[in-house]
């Protein structure tokens, strides 16, 4: 964890005094004493009482965490890992003030993982408080809740089913300091709600999506998954790279989209609690094996969902591999920011994009960056989603609306904006950003009204809209494009943000 400057010998002091309290008699006025406890299943959990010795400039939290276990819920039971635990974190400030977080963590085979869950906290509880917060325990507050008219930051998690094969799929629920929700699963690493507040505070769920695990598996067109390994289409499901032809698994006609007929969406990945001073979040990881969809190499993805207290859902992406592979990975989460009232059309778009790649008929994009400008892609200045839709151009007709990947205007490869949605009946508005080069803005044309969603909503035609930040579809055969090959030794890296606002 990075700290700034002149804040590790502080906090090394800290945490070593910590590591060597256990079961010694609290000093007065001093550091901790910790105590053991058996559980109703035997189980042994630390129940530690410290006080946090200030750090310059920051008053002394009184920080008391007691990890007990709740009785293994359905889910749970038999665990999805063997000694498998959910375990509960309750925390109060100096003042009695009750800030009661929950966290979950996993009892593998002793207490070592609860204590080291414990010295996690206190680790982002220091690095919090060394961060500048500087009166009595507001980073500690900032990092638990506990503000009037704040809520503490949360991570719960509970079992969400399990998949055909009998794989445990688990769901997070991440809550910010603001009240947002983000609950996210580890199948497809799907977003599956995300609440958000309108003008008047009014909290509504944002994403389109399923109310369970089965629908997700049956038919789902994406919704808030994470696609891959190559997100968007590959033509004719061929592309040659060192000299060699790659054939991959074709899904859509003749092509290959969003990673083939078992991409990133439909498997389950691995999970683990993510916690930082100013968000929450899962860190999902998923090994693509050395020819699975046809793609080269076994390429080792992570993918970390944050829930900032900057009302940010943050996404951040990692792989490396062990073969050249072509990547791409981003986020198919369906937007309405009505709460799913009506569909998208009223939705004000800005593009931070000039130009945009022209596609054929199969929507492979035919090579050239066109300017947006005169056309109906042309979203520099704000228009609603619906004004242009129908406008009789052969690009919408090959959409069938907007299905098409826009070309960031950006310096660098730092984050930049990339697009900012208003919905003026909620006064929603949610702004990108993000290192890729590309987004597809998709507008939800292949909803028909088929598909029955959350609280039995029928999605209806252009219900959500999708912007995927990505690399442009069919890089691996067009060289002009920016390259998404992966090499051995390199690390793939890329974030985008979606925050939250209202006006
Ligand atoms: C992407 C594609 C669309 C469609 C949707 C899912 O946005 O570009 O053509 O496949 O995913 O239905």
């Known amino acids: 964890m990075a700290l700034p400057d002149g804040s590790n010998a502080a906090l090394a002091e800290a945490l070593g005094r910590e590591a060597g309290a256990d079961n010694e008699p609290a000093a007065p006025g001093d550091v901790s004493h910790c105590g053991q406890k058996k559980t109703q299943n035997n189980l042994c959990f630390r129940v530690a009482e410290r006080i946090i010795k200030p750090l310059p400039g920051v008053e002394p939290c009184r920080f008391a965490p007691a990890c007990a276990t709740r009785p293994p819920v359905a889910a749970f039971s038999p665990p999805a890992h063997r000694n498998e635990i959910p375990c509960r974190l309750t925390a109060e400030s100096r003042k009695g003030r009750h800030l009661s977080s929950r966290f979950i963590t996993y009892k593998k085979g002793g207490e070592q993982m609860v204590e080291m869950k414990s010295r996690w906290v206190m680790w982002a509880v220091l690095a919090t408080a060394a961060v500048g917060c500087l009166c009595s325990c507001a980073s500690m507050d900032n990092l638990m809740g506990g503000k009037a008219g704040k809520t503490p930051m949360d991570i719960d998690v509970e079992g969400f089913g399990r998949t055909a094969d009998g794989e445990q799929v688990r769901l997070y629920t991440l809550t910010n300091t603001s009240g947002l929700k983000a609950q996210i699963m580890t199948y497809g690493a799907i977003v599956t709600s995300l609440e958000v507040p309108d003008k008047h505070g009014e909290m509504d769920d944002v994403v389109l999506g399923y109310d369970n695990l089965p629908a997700y598996i049956e038919n789902s067109p994406y919704f808030g998954a994470v696609v891959g390994r190559y997100g968007n289409r590959i033509g004719k499901g061929k592309f040659t790279l060192d ?261």
């Open 243 to 503: 000299g060699v032809t790659y054939t991959l698994a074709t899904n859509n006609n003749e092509n290959h989209l969003h990673g083939g007929l078992k991409g990133f969406d439909k498997v389950v990945w691995d999970d683990e609690p993510v916690w930082r001073p100013d968000a929450v979040g899962v860190r999902l990881s998923y090994l693509s094996k050395d020819g699975e969809e046809g793609y080269p190499g076994n390429l080792k993805a992570t993918v970390t969902y944050l829930l900032t207290n900057n009302d940010e859902l943050r996404i951040e992406y990692e792989a490396t591999t062990d073969k050249a592979t072509p990547v791409n990975l981003t986020h198919h989460g369906y937007f309405n920011l009505t709460g799913g009232e009506r569909d998208i059309l009223g939705h004000e778009l800005m593009l931070n994009a000039a130009e945009f790649t022209p596609v054929d008929e199969g929507l492979i994009p035919t090579g050239e960056l066109r300017p947006v400008e005169g056309t109906p892609m042309d979203f520099t200045r704000p228009a609603t989603i619906g004004a242009r839709i129908e406008n009789d151009y052969e690009q919408l007709r090959f959409g069938g609306g907007y299905d098409h990947n826009w070309v960031l205007t950006r310096q660098g490869r730092e984050m930049s904006q990339a697009a900012t949605v208003y919905e003026p009946t909620t006064g929603r508005v949610m702004k990108v950003y993000t290192t890729e080069p590309g987004v597809q803005f998709y507008a939800g044309n292949f909803l028909d009204g088929t598909i029955t969603g959350k609280e039995g909503k029928v999605y209806q035609h252009r219900y959500g809209f999708c912007l995927e930040t990505q690399h442009f579809p069919d890089s691996p055969n067009k060289p002009s494009f920016p390259t998404t090959i992966l090499r051995p030794g390199q690390t793939y890296e890329t974030t985008t943000v979606y925050r939250f606002a209202t006006k």
